[in-house]
C-alpha cells in the first residue's frame, strides 16, 4: 500500500541522537533516502569519520529509531581509547554469543560503560532513550570546563528524568550537546533516531580530545527494569506519529495526543500494548490508503481519510483507554474488488477494523464521523472479539453498512457495558443495532446499553442490537434501553432488539425499556420485534414509545417465549395485529403473566390490549387501554386461541365485526376473568368451536374497584379474591387508601402510604366492600393491580 499523505516530520529540537548499525561502508554516495533531510550534511560528515555507516542496499534511514546494541555500536566507533577485551565475559541472559553486537558489548563491558540492567539483562532489541543515551555519552567523556549555568531542571518535564539519569542528563545540558526541544521538554524517555545519533555523536567526536570509558569503575545498573523506557518500544521509521511518553504497559501505557499518534498504533497493533487518549482529537489530516490497481483483494481506503486499525488477518492486539476523550472528523469507507455481492464495499469498517479477544477499548468517544462499510461495520470497531465499554458514538455521527452494523460495534463475540450510541445507523440489509448489530457470547452479553440516535435497516433492527442468538449458553441482555427512532423497511424491528433466538438455549432480557419511537412494513416490538424461541424469557421491561407497523406489541412484535411483568403505555399501531404486549402470541410452551396495558391500541384487525392474536396462554393481566379495530377487537385480544386466566378490562372498545370487551374472537377457554360495562356490549365479539367460559362476569366500576363485592355461589367476596384464585402467592391487590375496609380484620390496614389492602379471605353474605379515602377515589388508580408492578 501507498500512503496518499504521509506526516513526515519530527518533534523539532536537536533531540539529538541517531544511529547506524548497517555495518556498510560509509560512501555517502551510497546514501540514497537523506537528500533534503535536516540531518544530511551531519550524517554525510558524520559518514565520513567511521562515525555511522549506511544499509547494503545503500539507505541511511534517518528517521528510523536506535536499539541499544546499535547506539553501543557508535560509540565504540568514537572511543579514542579502546580496552582489550580478550578476557572480558559477556554473560547478560539476553545476549546471544553468535549475534553481531557480541564485540561491541565486550568492549563496552570492558571500558566500564555497561553493566546493564539490574535483571541481568543488557536489553537487546529494546529502543534507546534519551536519559539512556545521555548516561552513555556522559560515561566517556572529559567532565572539565562544564558551564553550570546550565542544567537539565530547566526543562518542563525534569521531573520526569529518573534520580539514577539526572546527573548524566546535566553534563550533556551543561556540556551542550544535549538540549529540550522547541516546547521546553527535554522529553527523557523518548526514543532515538538514526539522525539524532549521528548528530550528538558528531559534536562528541569534534569536540573531545579523549573519549573512554571509565575502565577499572564498576558501572552502577543502568535502569532498575529491562524494559527501557523509550517512547515506542519497536524499530519503525519515525513520523510525527511516534509514541514520545509511556512504554507501552498496564502502568506506563503509551499516550496518544495527535492524529498522527493515533494513526501510529497500527505499527505495534500485533504488541498488546497499552494506549491512553489524554486529550480530545480531531483527524484533519489524510491518514487513509489505497493499493495498487492490481491488487484483488486488499482494501482501498483512499475514498476517506483514516484506515481501520486492524484487520481480520492482522487484528488489534491492545488495550486503549480512551479517558473520557473523543476523536472527531474520522471518515472511514473503502472499496475492494472481488466483492460484488457487496457493491464491492470494504468491510471491517470502524476506528478499528477487527479487535482480538485478548484487547480491551474503554471511555472513548467518536464524534462528527463519518463511517461506511459492508459487511462488519461500527463506530468503535467493525468486529470484536475483545472488550468494549463506556464507548459512546456521538450524535453527529453517522455508522452505514448492510449487514452487522452498529453504532459501537458491528459484530461482537465479548460482552458490550454502558455503552450508548447517539449517532445515525443504517444498515441496508440485515443485523443493524444502535449500539451493536450482532452479539455472539454466552452468559451476559449486555449490560446498561442505551441508544438515543437514529436506527434504521431492513430486517432484524434493533435500537441496542440488531440479532442475538443462545447458540451455545444461556443469554443475558440487562438494564438495556431504547429512546431514538428505529424502522425496519422489512421486518423485525425492536427498541432493545430487532430479533433473539432462543431456541436452543435462554435468552433471558430484564430491566429494559424503550421510549423511542418505532415504525415499519412488518413486526414491531416495543423491547424485541421478534421473541424466537420457548426458551425466551422477558421481565420487568416496559414501553411508553409509540410503534408502528404491519404488526405491532408494545412489548414485542411476534412472541415464542414467556413474557413477565411487562407493561406499555405507548399507543400502538398497526394493519393488523396490534397488541398492548405482543401483536403475535404463538404456540409453543410460552405464556405472558402479570402484564398490564394502558396504552391505546388501533388496527385494521386483530386489536387487543394484551395480544392482538394469541395462540398462548396469558393469565393475571388487564388492559386499562383503549382499543380500536374495524373488525376483531377486544379487551384482552383480538383473535384469541388459547386459555386466558385471572384477568380483566377496563377500556374501552370499538369496532364494527367481531368486537368484545374480552376477546374479539374466541376459540379457547376464559376462567375468572372480568369486564367493566362502559367498555362494550358483550364480552365476546364472536364464538367459535372451543369457545367456553368459567367465572366471566360484566362488573360495575364498584364491583371493580372493591367498594361492592362480587356475589357467586360461594358468597360475597371481594373481586381479588377472584383474580388470586389458585395463586400460591398473591398476585393482586388494591393501592388505593381506605377510609373503611371491607373486613373487620383489615381495618387498620391503610394502602399507598403504609401498606396494602389485602385480599379478604373469607366471603360474607354482605356486598359491601371497601370506603375508598376520596381523594384516591377522585385522582388515584382504583382498580386492581399486580403486586410489584409499577403503574
Same mark, same amino acid.
Given at each position: 500500500?501507498?500512503?496518499?499523505?504521509?506526516?513526515?516530520?519530527? @518533534?523539532?529540537?536537536?533531540? !539529538?541522537?541517531?544511529?547506524?548499525?548497517?555495518?556498510?561502508?560509509?560512501?555517502?554516495?551510497?546514501?540514497?533516502?537523506?537528500?533534503?533531510?535536516?540531518?544530511?550534511?551531519?550524517?554525510?560528515?558524520?559518514?565520513? @569519520?567511521?562515525?555511522?555507516?549506511?544499509?547494503?542496499?545503500?539507505?541511511? @534511514?534517518?528517521?528510523?529509531?536506535?536499539?541499544?546494541? +546499535?547506539?553501543?555500536?557508535?560509540?565504540?566507533?568514537?572511543?579514542?581509547?579502546?580496552?582489550?577485551?580478550?578476557?572480558?565475559?559477556?554473560?547478560?541472559?539476553?545476549?546471544?554469543?553468535?549475534?553481531?553486537?557480541?564485540?561491541?558489548?565486550? &568492549?563496552?563491558?570492558?571500558?566500564?560503560?555497561?553493566?546493564?540492567?539490574?535483571?541481568?539483562?543488557?536489553?537487546?532489541?529494546?529502543?534507546?532513550?534519551?536519559?539512556?543515551?545521555?548516561?552513555?555519552?556522559?560515561?566517556?567523556?572529559?567532565?572539565?570546563?562544564?558551564?553550570?549555568?546550565?542544567?537539565?531542571?530547566?526543562?518542563?518535564?525534569?521531573?520526569?528524568?529518573?534520580?539514577?539519569?539526572?546527573?548524566?542528563?546535566?553534563?550533556?545540558? %551543561?556540556?551542550?550537546?544535549?538540549?529540550?526541544?522547541?516546547?521546553?521538554?527535554?522529553?527523557?524517555?523518548?526514543?532515538?533516531?538514526?539522525?539524532?545519533?549521528?548528530?550528538?555523536?558528531?559534536?562528541?567526536?569534534?569536540?573531545?580530545?579523549?573519549?573512554?570509558?571509565?575502565?577499572?569503575?564498576?558501572?552502577?545498573?543502568?535502569?532498575?527494569?529491562?524494559?527501557?523506557?523509550?517512547?515506542?518500544?519497536?524499530?519503525?521509521? !519515525?513520523?510525527?506519529g511516534a509514541f514520545t511518553v509511556g512504554t507501552g504497559t498496564a502502568k506506563d501505557p503509551y499516550e496518544v495526543s495527535t492524529e498522527a499518534q493515533l494513526n501510529h498504533i497500527r505499527v505495534h497493533m500485533s504488541e498488546g500494548?497499552?494506549?491512553?487518549?489524554?486529550?480530545?482529537?480531531?483527524?484533519?489530516?489524510?491518514?487513509?490508503?489505497?493499493?495498487?490497481?492490481?491488487?484483488?483483494?486488499?482494501?482501498?481506503?483512499?475514498?476517506?481519510?483514516?484506515?481501520?486499525?486492524?484487520?481480520?488477518?492482522?487484528?488489534?492486539?491492545?488495550?486503549?483507554?480512551?479517558?473520557?476523550?473523543?476523536?472527531?472528523?474520522?471518515?472511514?469507507?473503502?472499496?475492494?474488488?472481488?466483492?460484488?455481492?457487496?457493491?464491492?464495499?470494504?468491510?471491517?469498517?470502524?476506528?478499528?477494523?477487527?479487535?482480538?479477544?485478548?484487547?480491551?477499548?474503554?471511555?472513548?468517544?467518536?464524534?462528527?464521523? &463519518?463511517?461506511?462499510?459492508?459487511?462488519?461495520?461500527?463506530?468503535?470497531?467493525?468486529?470484536?472479539?475483545?472488550?468494549?465499554?463506556?464507548?459512546?458514538?456521538?450524535?453527529?455521527?453517522?455508522?452505514?453498512?448492510?449487514?452487522?452494523?452498529?453504532?459501537?460495534?458491528?459484530?461482537?463475540?465479548?460482552? /458490550?457495558?454502558?455503552?450508548?450510541?447517539?449517532?445515525?445507523?443504517?444498515?441496508?440489509?440485515?443485523?443493524?443495532?444502535?449500539?451493536?448489530?450482532?452479539?455472539?457470547?454466552?452468559?451476559?452479553?449486555?449490560?446498561?446499553?442505551?441508544?438515543?440516535?437514529?436506527?434504521?435497516?431492513?430486517?432484524?433492527?434493533?435500537?441496542?442490537?440488531?440479532?442475538?442468538?443462545?447458540?451455545?449458553?444461556?443469554?443475558?441482555?440487562?438494564?438495556?434501553?431504547?429512546?431514538?427512532?428505529?424502522?425496519?423497511?422489512?421486518?423485525?424491528?425492536?427498541?432493545?432488539?430487532?430479533?433473539?433466538?432462543?431456541?436452543?438455549?435462554?435468552?433471558?432480557?430484564?430491566?429494559?425499556?424503550?421510549?423511542?419511537?418505532?415504525?415499519?412494513?412488518?413486526?414491531?416490538?416495543?423491547?424485541?420485534?421478534?421473541?424466537?424461541?420457548?426458551?425466551?424469557?422477558?421481565?420487568?421491561?416496559?414501553?411508553?414509545?409509540?410503534?408502528?407497523?404491519?404488526?405491532?406489541?408494545?412489548?414485542?412484535?411476534?412472541?415464542?417465549?414467556?413474557?413477565?411483568?411487562?407493561?406499555?403505555?405507548?399507543?400502538?399501531?398497526?394493519?393488523?395485529?396490534?397488541?398492548?404486549?405482543?401483536?403475535?402470541?404463538?404456540?409453543?410452551?410460552?405464556?405472558? %403473566?402479570?402484564?398490564?396495558?394502558?396504552?391505546?391500541?388501533?388496527?385494521?384487525?386483530?386489536?387487543?390490549?394484551?395480544?392482538?392474536?394469541?395462540?398462548?396462554?396469558?393469565?393475571?393481566?388487564?388492559?386499562?387501554?383503549?382499543?380500536?379495530?374495524?373488525?376483531?377487537?377486544?379487551?384482552?385480544?383480538?383473535?384469541?386461541?388459547?386459555?386466558?386466566?385471572?384477568?380483566?378490562?377496563?377500556?374501552?372498545?370499538?369496532?364494527?365485526?367481531?368486537?368484545?370487551? @374480552?376477546?374479539?374472537?374466541?376459540?379457547?377457554?376464559?376462567?375468572?376473568?372480568?369486564?367493566?360495562?362502559?367498555?362494550?356490549?358483550?364480552?365476546?365479539?364472536?364464538?367459535?368451536?372451543?369457545?367456553?367460559?368459567?367465572?366471566?362476569?360484566?362488573?360495575?366500576?364498584?364491583?371493580?374497584?372493591?367498594?361492592?363485592?362480587?356475589?357467586?355461589?360461594?358468597?360475597?367476596?371481594?373481586?381479588?379474591?377472584? /383474580?388470586?384464585?389458585?395463586?400460591?402467592?398473591?398476585?393482586? +391487590?388494591?393501592?388505593?387508601?381506605?377510609?373503611?375496609?371491607?373486613?373487620?380484620?383489615?381495618?387498620?390496614?391503610?394502602?399507598?402510604?403504609?401498606?396494602? !389492602?389485602?385480599?379478604?379471605?373469607?366471603?360474607?353474605?354482605?356486598?359491601?366492600?371497601?370506603?375508598?379515602?376520596?381523594?384516591?377515589?377522585?385522582?388515584?388508580?382504583?382498580?386492581?393491580?399486580?403486586?410489584? /408492578?409499577?403503574?
Amino acid at each position: 500500500m501507498i500512503k496518499k499523505k504521509i506526516l513526515a516530520g519530527m @518533534l523539532s529540537a536537536v533531540l !539529538v541522537l541517531t544511529t547506524n548499525v548497517g555495518f556498510a561502508s560509509a560512501d555517502t554516495d551510497k546514501f540514497t533516502d537523506i537528500n533534503g533531510h535536516w540531518g544530511q550534511s551531519i550524517i554525510n560528515e558524520a559518514a565520513s @569519520l567511521g562515525i555511522v555507516g549506511g544499509y547494503p542496499e545503500g539507505n541511511f @534511514l534517518p528517521d528510523n529509531l536506535m536499539k541499544r546494541e +546499535e547506539f553501543y555500536k557508535l560509540i565504540v566507533n568514537v572511543l579514542t581509547v579502546k580496552p582489550d577485551t580478550s578476557n572480558t565475559a559477556v554473560s547478560f541472559k539476553d545476549v546471544d554469543p553468535i549475534e553481531w553486537y557480541v564485540p561491541t558489548i565486550k &568492549t563496552a563491558v570492558a571500558a566500564g560503560i555497561t553493566k546493564g540492567y539490574e535483571d541481568g539483562a543488557f536489553g537487546v532489541g529494546q529502543m534507546i532513550s534519551r536519559q539512556e543515551a545521555a548516561k552513555v555519552v556522559a560515561s566517556v567523556i572529559s567532565t572539565d570546563n562544564l558551564d553550570t549555568s546550565k542544567n537539565a531542571s530547566t526543562a518542563k518535564d525534569a521531573a520526569i528524568i529518573g534520580e539514577w539519569a539526572l546527573p548524566y542528563v546535566n553534563v550533556m545540558f %551543561q556540556k551542550g550537546y544535549m538540549q529540550g526541544d522547541n516546547e521546553g521538554n527535554f522529553r527523557p524517555t523518548m526514543a532515538l533516531t538514526r539522525a539524532e545519533a549521528a548528530t550528538l555523536l558528531l559534536n562528541v567526536k569534534k569536540k573531545e580530545t579523549v573519549i573512554k570509558g571509565p575502565a577499572g569503575v564498576t558501572p552502577a545498573p543502568e535502569i532498575t527494569t529491562p524494559t527501557g523506557t523509550a517512547g515506542c518500544q519497536r524499530a519503525h521509521s !519515525v513520523t510525527a506519529g511516534a509514541f514520545t511518553v509511556g512504554t507501552g504497559t498496564a502502568k506506563d501505557p503509551y499516550e496518544v495526543s495527535t492524529e498522527a499518534q493515533l494513526n501510529h498504533i497500527r505499527v505495534h497493533m500485533s504488541e498488546g500494548g497499552y494506549y491512553k487518549l489524554t486529550k480530545d482529537i480531531k483527524i484533519t489530516s489524510d491518514f487513509a490508503t489505497m493499493v495498487s490497481n492490481t491488487s484483488t483483494s486488499a482494501p482501498n481506503w483512499s475514498e476517506g481519510n483514516f484506515e481501520p486499525i486492524g484487520t481480520e488477518g492482522n487484528p488489534f492486539v491492545g488495550n486503549f483507554d480512551g479517558n473520557s476523550h473523543s476523536i472527531s472528523g474520522l471518515n472511514i469507507t473503502g472499496t475492494v474488488k472481488g466483492s460484488t455481492e457487496l457493491g464491492n464495499i470494504a468491510g471491517y469498517a470502524g476506528l478499528f477494523g477487527y479487535v482480538d479477544s485478548k484487547s480491551t477499548i474503554d471511555g472513548l468517544t467518536i464524534e462528527k464521523s &463519518t463511517i461506511t462499510g459492508s459487511a462488519y461495520v461500527g463506530g468503535i470497531a467493525g468486529y470484536s472479539k475483545g472488550s468494549i465499554t463506556n464507548c459512546v458514538l456521538g450524535e453527529s455521527s453517522s455508522v452505514t453498512g448492510q449487514i452487522n452494523t452498529g453504532g459501537i460495534v458491528g459484530y461482537s463475540k465479548q460482552r /458490550l457495558k454502558s455503552n450508548i450510541n447517539k449517532g445515525a445507523v443504517e444498515g441496508t440489509n440485515t443485523n443493524t443495532g444502535g449500539v451493536v448489530g450482532t452479539i455472539d457470547v454466552e452468559g451476559d452479553a449486555l449490560y446498561g446499553c442505551v441508544n438515543k440516535g437514529t436506527v434504521k435497516g431492513k430486517s432484524k433492527i434493533g435500537g441496542v442490537v440488531g440479532f442475538i442468538a443462545a447458540s451455545s449458553a444461556t443469554v443475558n441482555i440487562e438494564k438495556c434501553s431504547n429512546a431514538g427512532k428505529v424502522s425496519s423497511s422489512v421486518n423485525f424491528a425492536g427498541g432493545v432488539a430487532g430479533q433473539v433466538d432462543g431456541s436452543a438455549y435462554g435468552v433471558y432480557i430484564t430491566d429494559c425499556y424503550n421510549t423511542g419511537e418505532l415504525s415499519g412494513e412488518g413486526i414491531n416490538g416495543g423491547i424485541i420485534g421478534y421473541a424466537m424461541g420457548s426458551k425466551t424469557k422477558i421481565s420487568d421491561c416496559y414501553n411508553t414509545g409509540e410503534i408502528n407497523g404491519k404488526n405491532s406489541g408494545g412489548i414485542v412484535g411476534s412472541n415464542e417465549g414467556d413474557i413477565e411483568k411487562c407493561y406499555n403505555k405507548g399507543k400502538i399501531i398497526a394493519d393488523t395485529e396490534a397488541g398492548g404486549i405482543v401483536a403475535y402470541q404463538n404456540t409453543g410452551e410460552g405464556h405472558i %403473566q402479570k402484564c398490564y396495558n394502558d396504552g391505546n391500541v388501533t388496527a385494521n384487525s386483530n386489536a387487543g390490549g394484551i395480544a392482538g392474536l394469541s395462540k398462548d396462554k396469558i393469565f393475571n393481566c388487564y388492559n386499562t387501554g383503549n382499543i380500536k379495530a374495524t373488525d376483531t377487537a377486544g379487551g384482552l385480544v383480538g383473535l384469541n386461541y388459547a386459555p386466558i386466566q385471572r384477568s380483566y378490562n377496563a377500556g374501552v372498545i370499538k369496532g364494527s365485526n367481531g368486537i368484545g370487551s @374480552l376477546t374479539g374472537r374466541n376459540r379457547a377457554k376464559l376462567t375468572n376473568c372480568f369486564w367493566l360495562t362502559a367498555t362494550g356490549e358483550t364480552d365476546i365479539g364472536y364464538e367459535d368451536s372451543g369457545s367456553s367460559k368459567n367465572i366471566v362476569m360484566r362488573l360495575s366500576k364498584e364491583q371493580l374497584s372493591g367498594q361492592v363485592k362480587v356475589k357467586l355461589d360461594d358468597g360475597f367476596q371481594l373481586l381479588t379474591n377472584y /383474580l388470586n384464585n389458585k395463586d400460591t402467592s398473591k398476585v393482586w +391487590e388494591y393501592t388505593y387508601r381506605i377510609e373503611e375496609a371491607a373486613s373487620s380484620e383489615s381495618a387498620s390496614v391503610i394502602s399507598d402510604g403504609g401498606g396494602i !389492602v389485602p385480599p379478604i379471605s373469607i366471603s360474607t353474605t354482605d356486598e359491601k366492600g371497601n370506603v375508598i379515602s376520596s381523594s384516591d377515589l377522585n385522582s388515584g388508580y382504583i382498580y386492581p393491580s399486580l403486586i410489584d /408492578l409499577k403503574r
